[in-house]
């Protein structure tokens, strides 16, 4: 499994706005309840959780003082967890940008008050996304210093040549 590429969730959010925008557009005047704001509240709780997963994690992988030694299949959750949300995050961001872009066009006393709900949603989403890449960068190994590497083979045997 490799690190999240930064092109996957910028395809994943611009496919997602445009699918806002197209829907947001047929769909808005008639047939749509204002915005609501729990999934924004939803969104920057997830963020602050992997956040504050990411601070804890490092410090556990660095083995700061203080901190008790990470469990590998812990690490490799928050992995898969970080991956999943980061894109989660990406079509989210992508939806509140195409929302947040036609409602700002728009000049109706509904778009005008649905607009906060959407920044905040758009700003809450772009957080879980840069939240959850922040934690898998934080569940990596660290690089180990030069004098710490094992001896290589030649140590090892030094009368085989």
């Not at 829907?23 to 005047?29: D, E, H, N, Q, R």
């Not at 700003?123 to 890449?133: C, F, M, N």
Request: include cysteine; glycine fraction near 6%; hydrophobic fraction near 50%.
């Amino acid at each position: 499994m490799g690190p999240t590429r930064i092109s996957t969730l910028v395809v994943a959010a611009l496919a997602a706005a445009a699918v806002a925008w197209l829907l947001i557009s047929s769909f808005y005047y008639d047939r749509l309840p204002p915005l609501p704001w729990l999934p924004v509240v939803t969104l920057a709780g997830l963020a602050v959780l992997e956040a504050y997963a990411a601070i804890n994690t490092r410090g556990r992988i660095e083995r700061r003082p203080g901190r008790d030694p990470v469990n590998p299949l812990m690490v490799a959750r928050f992995v898969v967890l970080a991956k999943a949300s980061a894109l989660v995050g990406a079509i989210f961001t992508g939806a509140y940008a195409g929302l947040t872009g036609w409602l700002f066009v728009q000049s109706t006393r509904a778009a005008a008050d649905d607009r906060p709900a959407a920044v905040a949603g758009l700003l809450a989403s772009a957080a879980l996304v840069a939240a959850a890449l922040w934690l898998e960068r934080s569940c990596r190994v660290p690089d180990q210093p030069d004098d710490e590497h094992e001896p290589d083979d030649w140590e090892n045997h030094p009368g085989r040549r």
